[in-house]
């Protein structure tokens, strides 16, 4: 089976870092997926880890440690148009992905 | 055309009816998925299909059908609509020798009364 956790909500203010968890438990992996969304539109792709360690891309970075079952997404230099939903996904044996519930982020002035 | 297109953007249907979502990407994709997006639920795989002529059952498949004729087209059939299929359904392409990124459409939102 397939276990996906992310924080439901997250509240952080314009400027700031803010730093998402994704814990999983699943039955096989071959990368874990970060994805943004804001309201009413598609997921985009953000970020790709599969192996341990850090990718950085701008101002997103994401962390991954396959021996704990764990990713972090940094959000740095938070700005109004970062508050979106962030989608945690892993992909375990085949090719489609397992999603999380996504973590509301609203960012604030 | 580029990337991803679904149609309808959105529809009321009448509990009972048949109904087909559209979905065709031109970036010749061998994999590609339908998704149902629900409040405090997340995205939920339905069907997916990982090369033109083949299908597979994802975690909510009931109540749908998928055909995949060509690498290009992805329909998503609802053979008899009822109220809890009421959704947001996306549809997303992948390329297998790469990262396996999802590009998804813009989705097709669905009310079933």
């Known amino acids: 089976g397939q276990n996906i956790d992310q924080p439901t909500e997250m509240t952080a203010t314009e400027g700031a870092i803010v730093q998402i968890n994704c814990t999983y438990q699943t039955s096989g992996f071959n990368g874990l997926f970060w994805y943004q969304q804001h309201a009413g539109e598609a997921p985009t792709f953000l970020s790709y880890?599969?192996?341990?360690g850090l990718e950085e891309k701008g101002r997103f970075s994401s962390f991954l440690s396959r021996s704990k079952g764990y990713s972090y997404l940094l959000l740095k230099e938070l700005q109004m148009k970062d508050s979106a939903s962030y989608l945690c996904a892993v992909r375990d044996d085949g090719y489609a992905l397992n999603f999380g519930k996504g973590t509301s982020l609203l960012v604030t002035p | 055309i580029a990337g991803i297109t679904q149609a309808p953007t959105s529809q009321i249907l009448a509990a009972g009816r048949r109904m087909t979502l559209r979905c065709t990407q031109d970036m010749r994709h061998n994999a590609m998925y339908w998704y149902r997006q629900d409040l405090g639920l997340g995205l939920r795989l339905i069907h997916y299909?990982?090369?033109?002529?083949?299908?597979g059952k994802g975690e909510v498949p009931d109540g749908y059908s998928v055909s995949r004729a060509n690498t290009d087209d992805f329909p998503l059939t609802l053979a008899s609509a009822v109220p809890s299929q009421t959704s947001v359904y996306f549809c997303?392409?992948?390329?297998?020798?790469?990262?396996?990124?999802?590009?998804f459409g813009e989705g097709s939102r669905l009310t079933v009364l």
């Open positions: 880890n599969v192996l341990d």
């Open positions: 299909s990982n090369t033109a002529g083949t299908t």
């Open positions: 997303a392409s992948s390329d297998s020798q790469e990262t396996g990124e999802l590009f």
